[in-house]
């Protein structure tokens, strides 16, 4: 029995490090890191790439285990994970308030819904673009691209090597700043809609004071709202779609990828 133990722990010990890391990734990363998806399957997607993984990128040698140094090196690689998949989860964010902006200024504040990823209340819209763009996100093979940044960020940034740098973590800093960016483009063209219209109804009520704006402005609002939405899912999904390459080529710089 004493004998086996050296054995079994050699045999595990170098698939925990790359599982550090992976684990992070899928928690923080959009679509597997919500709470819609069960925490077993998460574990169980969690084991099975780092299963695959590590056999093939170079890894510290078990005595590394037994170093003082050992819960500085757990850290960078759980920080590393958390910021590959916090850097693509900002669109998305980026997404949610832009539909919050738009809902707010069509009437449809007052119509919220529990979010299950994050457990707070959005509004309905927001709520609708998340899912549109989560299926954009699914079906550009976005997760999968983000798997292979994943495996590549091992070679480009092993383990032991420090972590994440400082230009690293300062260009994430950067980016997050982009989310107010990306939030403007999803909203411009409702909000530059909605604007006309409550500037025309601003008019209206110059000209004829007896006219009962909330009867007839808030209906009007909200059909207009619903046009102009219906007229901007192409662009919608084309500027999510440039959001997400710019993000992805972000994480990849992030950890060095090519």
């Not at 819209?125 to 798997?147: P, R």
Request: glycine letters at 8%; charged letters at 10%; proline letters at 6%.
């Amino acid at each position: 029995m004493n004998t086996l133990i050296p054995v079994v722990t050699d045999m595990l010990l170098p698939y925990l490090w790359p599982l550090l890391r992976i684990s992070a990734m899928l928690m923080a990363m959009p679509s597997l890191g919500g709470g819609l998806v069960p925490k077993r399957v998460r574990v169980l997607l969690a084991l099975a790439l780092s299963a695959v993984i590590a056999p093939v990128v170079p890894l510290p040698p078990a005595e590394r285990f037994l170093e003082p140094a050992i819960v500085i090196t757990v850290f960078h690689e759980i920080l590393i994970g958390v910021a590959m998949g916090f850097c693509v989860q900002l669109i998305f964010d980026a997404v949610v308030l832009g539909a919050q902006t738009i809902a707010m200024s069509m009437g449809l504040g007052f119509a919220v819904l529990v979010d299950q990823q994050r457990g707070v209340n959005v509004p309905v819209l927001s709520q609708f673009f998340l899912m549109l763009t989560t299926l954009v996100f699914l079906a550009l093979d976005g997760h999968l691209v983000m798997i292979q940044v994943l495996a590549d960020s091992f070679h480009s940034l092993p383990v032991g090597s420090g972590g994440l740098t400082r230009d690293g973590l300062g260009g994430l800093l950067d980016w997050t700043a982009y989310l107010f960016v990306g939030a403007l483009t999803v909203a411009l063209p409702g909000i530059t809609a909605l604007l006309v219209v409550n500037l025309a109804f601003g008019v209206m009520s110059r000209a004829a004071p007896t006219l009962n704006l909330f009867a007839v402005g808030f209906p009007v609002s909200m059909l207009l709202g619903f046009f102009v939405l219906l007229l901007s899912m192409d662009s919608l999904t084309s500027g999510f779609t440039r959001l997400l390459a710019q993000s992805l080529e972000m994480t990849r710089a992030l950890v060095g990828a090519n």
